[in-house]
């Protein structure tokens, strides 16, 4: 049931609001919510959706969190809510110190920036400084962003087709991703080498024309494809490549990142060390902060003011990013992701794969992806769609994406209860099997 101040937000959001954004995406009457607590969103009228898309893998600890609130108020008592970039704060140094504190110490330096397409195109721009080579190897399926630079290194032709980018200096590697139950005798492992071997040529092409790439930039687990986790091992050999080819390794965890997959970053699944990580999205749980983390000799060594931004690591966000990383070492929560919720994904989607509209089930810490397909075995988005429209008459929020579009998408918090997961998805294998 609709009350006022949803009729009145609704209609405001559909006379003013650009049509590029996505928020009639769902349907012409999307809810409107007015509180959240945990894994749950309310409406006006105090109905509970379970959120199991958690603002496309922002609120990785839930809505409302305690330490959250408590890190804006103190931060706001201060009456100092920005400071620009030329004065120092105690927030954004401290940020620095956590930051530090959880990744390999080879990356010791840190550029904020306010969002996380930002972070790619600032890593895009170091790479180029330190190296003085524009080139850019990136790999398909990747996505990475939408304004100029990062739209460049986004594989999805749709998605740039039409704006002038620097696609040029970019060349797209083959990542390793394929149905599981594909039967043309080619398993992930070989699939990956192949990956790697056109990697390799590429680079070895590029060394032989003088056009050496400044970066190789990859996912490490492709995110908005549908938590596509290559073998093991597969980020190793891009490392090695790298060295041996002098091009600097960066790394995209905007996705990944602060225990989504049950590490706190991805490339630790391989224990490599990129030269640079992109990161965003559950640093903070919804206030705008991302960033760059990088070797010294990279991030130490370009000039003051080359590559700035107004609000970059300002106070409420950077002691929101603290109050996030403080509550995960504190509680485990990588733990958790890793533990008893991929246990439930694996034990709960598993079963699916003997559905013949499933063609893929991927568990990987606190994502999953459910693939569908027709009977003819093409993708199938119109299934996909309706598995998604049936999940939110159920007020659960469930995410659609996937190269081609037919991926059901599952980015809970990763602290979420264990019971009301397993319930959760026991509706929501319910709803396939109605649907399907």
Partial sequence: MAGPIRERSIAWTRRHESTA??????????????????????????????????????????????AHREAIARTTEQGIYHTGTRLAHQERAALYHDLASILPPSLSRFHLVSVGTEAVETAIKAAQYHTRRPRIFAFEGGYHGRTVGALSITHAEHLHRIFSTLRDVVTFIPYPYRFRTSDDGVDETELAASCLETLEQRLAEAKSTGDLPSSIILEAIQGTSGAIKPPAGFLTEIRRLASQYDVLLIVDEIWTGFGRTGKWFAFQHDD??????????????????????????????????????????????????RATIAEIKANRWVGHAAGPVEQSFTAKLTPLFDRSSVRDVRCVGAAAA?????????????????????CFE????????????NTIMLLPPINIDAEVLNDTLDQLVDIIESVT
């Fill in 21 to 66: 954004l996505n928020t009639f995406s769902i349907g012409d009457q999307p809810p409107l919510f007015v509180r959240g607590q945990g894994p749950y969103l309310f409406t006006e009228t105090n109905d509970a959706y379970v959120d199991l898309i958690a603002g496309s893998a922002v609120t990785n600890l839930g809505h409302g969190l305690p």
């Fill in 272 to 321: 490599v060390e990129p030269d640079l990580v992109c990161i965003s999205k559950g640093l903070t749980a919804g206030l705008p902060l991302a960033g760059v983390a990088g070797r010294d000799d990279i991030l130490g060594t370009w000039p003051a003011g080359i590559h700035t931004s107004t609000f970059q690591g300002n106070p409420i966000a950077c002691a929101m990013a």
């Fill in 370 to 390: 459910i693939e569908f397909i027709q009977d003819d075995g093409a993708p199938d988005p119109v299934r996909r769609r309706a598995v998604q429209d049936a």
């Fill in 394 to 405: 159920r007020r659960i929020l469930v995410y659609g994406g996937g190269r081609q579009g």
